[in-house]
């Protein structure tokens, strides 16, 4: 059986480490066998990206599947891929774009596995014409606390797989998934910049355009005020076609050249991360802008900060903590604009936030999707970060909305349960898959998921 080893982990914002004992097994046989070693709770973690403390199991066991990596089979007629769990979005693409595949949805970045877009039930600049991950999962096999493997799927343990999709690794350690990749013709994409100078033509531009893109995503500047409240630059595009390349981009159609890498090499003091300094950045990024059609390979599209390693150390060793919130349609404006004036006159120094247009639920009992739109935006930790964020999730439940699992860091216990209406049928599923709640996180324990009191 693998060692462990005592380390301190925390989500992508840095914002709760805490120690817990490590595992990185190697083979699918060795997961049973660290379950059935320990006695407190143990949690499946992928390669650290959801930002919060939901891969956080404060005193506990955290079994690291990055080792659990291997591909199974691939049929190229209907694009299913066989993989491990520990499988990463980066190898996916890198093997086979090259075939003519890329993912069918995709998170901001390629640095996560399969098993942790299925447990946070992953969406992307394409929800509102393609859905989330769900839509392109056909099976999992799960290892329950009771040591046995079950097959997950729409027809067989039903209950099962919609408990875990989105479920946040509560029901069970995913080993093994199908998942269905997209067939592309290049590794590019043509992609529309449409600038707009407030809120209202932001909002007018997502409902007016956005059926005609598969990828959709407007950078919105939260610290602009006044008229310029809510100004943006809507990027949206579409995977590019063999005869809308460029000659250049032709000649490595499938195989771009990567970008350079950048790093920041250690946090930065608290005094580079100011509302002047950030709204000097927005402003620039603004102006920089010009509308247009133009070609972009596909990692400066879906990953940019991909690019810079390391990246989160921007904000210092404090950390941060990136927030991002759901609502309904119906007065979906009206929320939006609260949100964007409490922000805005908090004068929290948020780059650049992220606002998409998102379409149906998957079925996933804790996933994040609903119809309607989604703001995402990271802010400093700083002492009056959580009551800035606890106001946010007021006008959020307000609307109907939701924040999501995989961003959240200090979301409220009664906040979750009013948003999530379908926790007592997942918590009812857990039971059975899990009456002992051997599966666990510092996450589950603060709000309350799974029965935790």
């Not at 950045?281 to 802008?289: E, H, L, T």
């Not at 996933?364 to 606890?390: E, H, R």
């Amino acid at each position: 059986m693998p060692n462990s080893r005592v380390m301190e982990l925390s989500g992508w914002g840095k914002t709760s480490p805490r120690q817990s004992r490590v595992y990185r097994p190697e083979k699918l046989h060795e997961v049973a066998q660290i379950l059935s070693s320990e006695s407190g709770s143990v949690l499946a973690r992928g390669l650290g990206r959801s930002y919060g403390d939901s891969a956080v199991n404060d005193g506990n066991a955290v079994i690291m599947d990055e080792r659990l990596d291997r591909f199974r089979a691939f049929d190229p007629a209907t694009g299913t891929l066989d993989c491990e769990a520990g499988a990463s979005l980066r190898d996916i693409i890198d093997i086979f774009l090259p075939q003519g595949f890329f993912p069918a949805v995709t998170p901001g970045t390629k640095y996560v596995t399969v098993g942790g877009m299925i447990a946070a039930d992953v969406h992307g600049k394409n929800h509102h014409v393609d859905g989330s991950i769900a839509n392109f999962v056909d099976r999992f096999d799960l290892l329950t606390a009771s040591g046995q493997v079950i097959r997950c799927s729409r027809e067989e343990n039903a209950d099962a797989f919609w408990a875990t999709i989105g479920g946040m690794g509560l029901t069970g350690i995913i080993l093994e998934a199908r998942i269905r990749l997209r067939p592309v013709e290049s590794a590019w994409v043509v992609v529309d910049t449409h600038k707009t100078v407030n809120l209202d033509q932001t909002i007018e531009a997502f409902a007016e355009g956005d059926s005609a893109y598969q990828y959709s995503v407007a950078w919105i500047d939260c610290l602009a005020t006044k008229q310029s409240l809510g100004r943006s630059v809507l990027l949206r595009g579409n995977h590019a076609k063999t005869s809308e390349l460029t000659p250049g981009a032709a000649s490595n159609r499938l195989t771009p050249v990567p970008p350079a890498k950048r790093n920041v090499p250690f946090n930065l003091p608290s005094f580079a991360l100011t509302s002047t300094t950030v709204g000097i950045f927005n402003s620039r990024y603004y102006g920089g802008q010009e509308d247009g059609r133009k070609l972009i390979e596909y990692d400066e599209f879906f990953y940019p900060l991909d690019a810079v390693e390391n990246w989160s150390r921007i904000y210092g060793r404090h950390g941060f903590f990136q927030y991002q919130a759901v609502f309904p349609k119906e007065g979906g404006d009206k929320c939006l604009r609260e949100l964007m004036e409490k922000i805005s006159a908090s004068g929290s120094a948020s780059f650049l936030a992220v606002l998409k247009s998102m379409g149906p639920a998957s079925g996933g009992l804790l996933s994040f999707p609903i119809p309607g739109l989604t703001l995402a935006l990271d802010v400093k930790n700083a002492a009056y970060t959580p009551n800035l964020l606890w106001e946010l999730d007021d006008i959020v439940l307000r609307y109907g909305g939701r924040v999501y699992l995989a961003k959240d860091a200090c979301m409220k216990r009664e906040t979750f349960q009013a948003m999530y209406p379908n926790l007592k049928r997942f918590n009812e599923i857990k039971a059975k898959l899990d009456p002992a709640n051997r599966f666990n996180s510092s996450q589950a324990r603060r709000l309350g998921i799974g029965g935790v009191a």
